[in-house]
Each structure stands twice: as structure tokens, then as C-alpha cells.
């Protein structure tokens, strides 16, 4: 069951590794910055193999700076991800440990609204894939869809394939 759904999902990540590739084809005019452009691709390998399609397109409510503006999914994902492990260890959370479930500073509210970003274009997917249930799917949201326990409860999905982003992303 789970060897070819393995299989599976290296095609989905092979895939995406291609697209990659295409989207970095350098002409005289053209440079790009070689970090971004791997932990783009990384990122987006993740979403693909743990959400089943291509989210190179997906474009995302992004707030920075007081200005929401629209990004692509797997800028949107890692930067609101690394801002939750950097205010892990701000002093104002390890002085005060009790302070962790409020956001008192502007990039703490603007990671939240990252954060609900990231958490409502999950849900887009998982609407559209209710929907149009793919059953042989071999990436992890297929898998999970069909496990009784996530099955009917939305949130837990939408938290699982957050915990599967960001686990994958470290």
C-alpha cells in the first residue's frame, strides 16, 4: 500500500524539481539569487509532495511591514514558519513564557495574519479535494483524506499538513 504511494510521491517531487529547473534558466539579462531560488524549490517539493499539485501558481495574502501584498505560497509558508521559530526564543517569550499566546509587537500580528493565510489556502485545497476526492493520490493529503480521523475534521487536516510543511522545511 505505502511502497507505491512512496513511489508516488517521488514523481510529484521529481516533477516539481523539473519545473524548478525550467523557471531558473539564466540568459545574459537575467540573474537570480541561487539561495532563494533553492529554498523555493525546497519548499515547493514539500507542498507538492504533501498536497498532490503543483503550488508554483499558488499566490497568497502576505503581510509585511503593514502592507499585504500578494506571494507565492512557499515564500508565504517558510517566512511565516522561520518568524515562528525566531520569536521562540525572543527574550520577551523566555523571560515570560506566559506571554507566547500574545502577539504584542507589529511582525508578531503580522505572522499571525501569514499564518491564517497559509492555514486558509490549506483549506481552498481541501475544499476543492472533497469535492473531487483522488483516491489513489499518492501525496500525503490523499493519504490522510482517507484515514477516519481526519477525515471530517477539517482543522486537524489543515494542522497536520502544517506540522508536515514545517517539519519537512528544518
Not at 537575467?30 to 533553492?38: A, L, N, S, V
Not at 521562540?88 to 515570560?96: K, N
Not at 494542522?159 to 528544518?170: S, V
Amino acid at each position: 500500500f505505502y511502497k507505491e504511494r512512496l513511489r508516488g510521491i517521488v514523481k510529484l517531487a521529481a516533477a516539481t524539481v523539473k519545473n524548478s529547473i525550467k523557471r531558473m534558466k539564466v540568459d545574459k539579462e537575467r540573474t537570480f539569487d541561487i539561495m532563494e531560488e533553492i529554498l523555493k524549490t525546497a519548499s515547493e517539493i514539500i507542498l507538492s509532495c504533501s498536497m498532490g499539485e503543483d503550488s508554483s501558481t499558488w499566490e497568497i495574502d502576505f503581510w509585511e511591514n503593514g502592507k499585504c501584498s500578494k506571494r507565492d505560497a512557499a515564500f508565504v509558508f517558510r517566512h511565516t514558519a522561520a518568524r515562528y521559530f525566531e520569536r521562540a526564543v525572543m527574550p520577551h517569550i523566555q523571560m515570560f513564557p506566559s506571554l507566547i499566546h500574545l502577539n504584542i509587537f507589529p511582525f508578531e500580528r503580522e505572522n499571525e495574519k501569514n499564518a491564517a493565510s497559509c492555514r486558509e489556502a490549506i483549506r481552498k485545497l481541501l475544499k476543492k479535494r472533497r469535492l473531487k476526492p483522488n483516491t489513489n493520490g499518492s501525496d500525503l493529503l490523499s493519504i490522510l483524506l482517507q484515514e477516519p480521523i481526519f477525515a471530517n475534521n477539517e482543522e486537524a487536516v489543515v494542522d497536520e499538513m502544517l506540522t508536515i510543511f514545517t517539519a519537512g522545511g528544518q
